[in-house]
């Protein structure tokens, strides 16, 4: 080979190392973003599942309430018991968060 080949090759041969480190880079930034995106991701299911967790214990507590018949006992009363049931609830979310 004369060297004008050799020079030609090593010019290709750079002009593609130059291709796969740019190519290299635009890779590890989409894996940036990616990698940023799927966090938020994960935080906001992490959001949508607590809040779906409330909204079963509102159901819950609708329910208590409605079986709860008013004409036996007094309004203070009910509240009470509902409150209880509030604060026992809001126990078994504590521990469940831990």
Same mark, same amino acid.
């Given at each position: 080979?004369?060297?004008?080949?050799?020079?030609?090759?090593?010019?290709?041969?750079?002009? $593609?190392?130059?291709?796969?480190? *740019?190519?290299?880079?635009?890779?590890?930034? &989409?894996?940036?973003?990616? $990698?940023? &995106? *799927?966090?938020?991701?994960?935080?906001?299911?992490? $959001?949508?599942?607590?809040?779906?967790? *409330?909204? $079963?214990?509102?159901?819950?507590?609708?329910?208590?309430?409605?079986?709860? *018949?008013?004409?036996?006992?007094?309004?203070?009363?009910?509240?009470?018991?509902?409150?209880?049931?509030?604060?026992?609830?809001?126990?078994?979310?504590?521990?469940?968060?831990?």
């Amino acid at each position: 080979m004369d060297q004008e080949a050799i020079k030609t090759n090593l010019n290709g041969l750079e002009r $593609k190392i130059m291709l796969l480190i *740019n190519e290299q880079k635009s890779l590890k930034d &989409e894996i940036r973003t990616i $990698k940023l &995106e *799927n966090h938020e991701l994960r935080t906001d299911l992490r $959001k949508r599942e607590e809040q779906l967790t *409330n909204f $079963k214990n509102q159901i819950k507590i609708t329910k208590i309430v409605d079986y709860i *018949n008013p004409e036996d006992e007094s309004i203070s009363d009910l509240r009470a018991k509902v409150d209880e049931y509030i604060r026992e609830i809001d126990k078994c979310i504590a521990n469940v968060s831990r």
